[in-house]
């Protein structure tokens, strides 16, 4: 779905990268929600940290690509169905992790395993409970805005205000109680759902290497077919 998406807006993304790299940056771009040429430049850099950040957790840089990039795939996907029909809880139809376990998960170190099953509440399980509810929220926001002809750059700026204090206040929250106490200790744990799903994590992480699986085309087929 993401693949066909971005086939069809080809002419509208080669247009803007046109313009990205151009002097009309800025002008011709003025009445978007950023300049197209900021709009790449933060892409590139927010991409390119995300997969910093898989290879000092132990990942080779071609699998902190292809983690992202897989991650990325699944937050367009999930952010167009819901601006385009509203389908916010809809899961994601398949999890990364069981992708990889159906290519073949021996071709991974050990600290690429845990690098990918750390990172595994960006990509489980989609429904609007991870973090692509943000660019879901986001697009939807200037889907309205387009519809009541508001101007879009200073929402954005304001969206992007609200991120960062959230953010902010998040990562204190975070370093102050659950790190801080450990999440075993804390009410949440009581939640069965919560438990088992971090209790799975770490099990799927002892499996996976120590009886890592092959690539197993049957399996890849049946998902394509799925």
């Known amino acids: 779905l993401t693949l066909w998406a971005g086939w069809r807006a080809r002419r509208h993304l ?34 390119g940290w995300m997969v910093y950040f898989c290879y000092l957790i132990g990942a080779r840089v071609w699998v902190g690509m292809g983690l992202i990039a897989l991650i990325l795939m699944f937050y367009l996907m999930w952010t167009w169905l819901r601006a385009e029909t509203g ?29 990918i099953m750390s990172v595994r509440w960006s990509y489980f399980p989609g429904a609007g409970s991870t973090a692509q509810l943000v660019s879901g929220n986001v697009l939807e926001g200037m889907k309205i805005a387009d519809s009541a002809r508001l101007r879009k750059r200073p929402l954005i700026y ?3 205000a609200g991120l960062l204090v959230s953010l902010l206040f998040g990562v204190y929250v975070t370093l102050t109680g659950m790190y801080h106490y450990g999440f075993h200790n804390l009410r949440a744990a009581e939640s069965s ?15 996976a290497i120590s009886n890592p699986s092959q690539l197993d085309p049957r399996g890849i087929a049946g998902m394509s077919a799925g």
């Open 87 to 115: 389908l916010g809880l809809l899961l994601f139809p398949l999890f990364i992790d069981d992708l990889l376990d159906a290519a073949g998960n021996s071709i991974f170190r050990p600290q690429e395993i845990i690098a």
């Open 14 to 47: 080669r247009r803007a990268l046109q313009i990205a790299c151009s002097r009309r940056s800025g002008v011709d771009d003025a009445e978007e929600p950023l300049p197209y040429r900021s709009s790449l430049m933060l892409l590139a850099l927010s991409y």
């Open 193 to 207: 759902w919560l438990t088992s799903q971090v209790n799975w994590g770490a099990g799927h992480i002892f499996a």
């Open 158 to 160: 304001g969206m992007a």
